[in-house]
């Protein structure tokens, strides 16, 4: 433990030392260490939560919104900074040219940003504003590191657009798809388009609302172009895990594109949605229908001729497979189901319930235990060698208890959200009166201690391997 807490501490400062001379997977794996100092602070601030409601401690504290302000961080970092981290580092190590004065600029950035997002938590006039999206602290030293978060990531993906790009080696990691490089390079644009939109909105928002409802109307069209990217984020790692399993592309450059497109182009154009203002109709409603009808038909169609490329795989494949490609094979799977489900559960919704964290914990779940099989993919590319049997073996158990537990987490909130258990209730005000609510509730708890159990296990492989060093089995 105070191996990983040095390391943590140490991890700032070695990103800040960029080295003058790097290729391909040094941009990637500078990226893809921030990712994971982000959910190291995630794990942080949720023992923090944990601390301020323990008696002892808890009467040592004397600002009351002190948990809820951690748990604001907690979100952030899992789901904003964890999620777009390694959006770069996947976007990395799959560009054709990079900027390396961009890299540096946009790394040390993210780097001050996530200090400056901190720096609120011990200032007691900072309120908590759990938005949608992205929940916020209400203090300048927040936004200011939330605005330096974004100018760096934007960046990032602006590096290998800009002319002057330079392409540092043609040596490309042995996971790398045409394919799956147009997907992240449309992932990084769809980025840059959210964060305009989420700066317009709350230029153009009126300063009459109240400041929860402020940085709800902000982030509510952003948000949703965010989810568009997070999507093509998850269709990269599908490209790259169903080329490992096959052995080949699932689909052609040209095919791949047109679907690209089709999910690409609604949500390039939808920041028009603000031109009458953030509290029309046409806004609020308009980005739920963009999101409601241009994610899964796209989706679906990777989702079908991966599937059949598999079957057709593994039916003609004589010899008996690799325990290696079990990973990619779990990894895909659990990642599709739990979309899928995600999209029935997205189509039930009628009212306000627990059938609407259902579907999300669902669709964020898919992207979550893809980018988790593909973090073992690039650390195995990158020098850290996962083959040892143990290592092996703990890699195929992680997607599958993840994902399971996460998919019996959410079908148990959907049920109780059909018996009418409403939204952000705890406790006592639960109100379960009835046995399937009951029943629900009981099936969500015991999914969520599952899916946290595949996600530890997933920070200790990675944290092993790196305390390990490279070439280490």
């Not at 921030?34 to 401690?57: E, W």
């Not at 980005?287 to 079908?304: A, D, E, K, Q, S």
């Not at 705890?426 to 609510?437: K, R």
Request: charged share 10%; net charge positive.
């Amino acid at each position: 433990m105070l191996i990983l807490l040095r390391k943590a501490v140490k991890l700032p400062v070695e990103l800040l030392a960029i080295p003058g001379e790097m290729v391909h997977s040094d941009y990637s794996r500078q990226w893809l260490k921030v990712g994971m100092f982000s959910l190291f602070l995630s794990g942080l601030f949720s023992l923090i939560i944990v601390a301020a409601r323990t008696p002892g401690i808890a009467e040592m504290i004397n600002d009351p919104l002190f948990a809820r302000k951690s748990l604001v961080l907690h979100v952030d970092f899992a789901l904003v900074v964890w999620f777009y981290a390694f959006l770069a580092a996947l976007y990395y190590s799959l560009a054709d040219r990079i900027n390396p004065f961009l890299f540096s600029i946009g790394i040390k950035l993210s780097i001050a940003g996530i200090f400056f997002m901190m720096i609120p938590v011990f200032i007691r006039d900072a309120e908590p504003i759990l938005a949608n999206y992205i929940p916020v602290l209400d203090h300048p030293f927040f936004f200011a590191g939330l605005l330096t978060l974004g100018a760096g990531f934007v960046l990032t993906f602006l590096s290998s657009m800009l002319q002057g790009s330079s392409e540092i080696d043609r040596v490309k990691p042995e996971f790398y798809t045409a394919c799956a490089s147009y997907a992240i390079k449309s992932a990084g644009i769809l980025f840059i388009i959210a964060v305009f939109t989420i700066i317009t909105s709350a230029l153009i928002t009126p300063e009459l609302s109240t400041r929860q409802m402020f940085f709800e109307l902000s982030m509510w069209g952003g948000g949703h172009i965010l989810q568009f990217a997070n999507v093509l984020g998850m269709i990269t790692v599908w490209l790259i895990l169903l080329k490992k399993i096959t052995g080949k592309d699932i689909l052609s450059e040209r095919l791949n594109r047109w679907l690209i497109m089709i999910l690409v182009i609604p949500a390039a154009i939808s920041p028009l949605l603000l031109i009458q203002g953030t509290s029309s109709q046409l806004y609020y409603s308009g980005f739920t229908h963009l999101m409601r009808w241009f994610i899964f038909p796209v989706v679906t169609v990777y989702m079908i001729i991966g599937i059949r490329a598999v079957w057709r795989h593994y039916r003609n494949k004589s010899k008996s497979v690799s325990h290696q490609s079990n990973l990619y094979l779990n990894g895909f799977a659990v990642s599709a189901l739990l979309t899928l489900i995600g999209f029935i559960l997205g189509a039930m919704i009628r009212g306000s319930s627990t059938l609407i964290p259902a579907h999300y914990h669902a669709s964020l779940g898919g992207v979550t235990v893809a980018y988790m099989a593909m973090v073992f993919i690039m650390m195995n590319s990158y020098g850290y060698k996962l083959k040892s049997a143990k290592k092996i073996r703990m890699m195929n158990i992680q997607p599958l208890l993840f994902g399971i537990g996460q998919a019996i987490f959410v079908v148990g909130f959907a049920y109780a959200g059909m018996m009418g258990m409403g939204r952000k209730m705890f406790g006592q005000d639960q109100s379960i009166h009835t046995m399937e609510a009951f029943v629900g509730l009981g099936l969500m708890s015991i999914g969520g201690l599952l899916a946290m159990a595949g996600g530890f296990l997933f920070i200790y492989i990675v944290v092993k391997s790196t305390i390990n060093g490279k070439n280490h089995t």
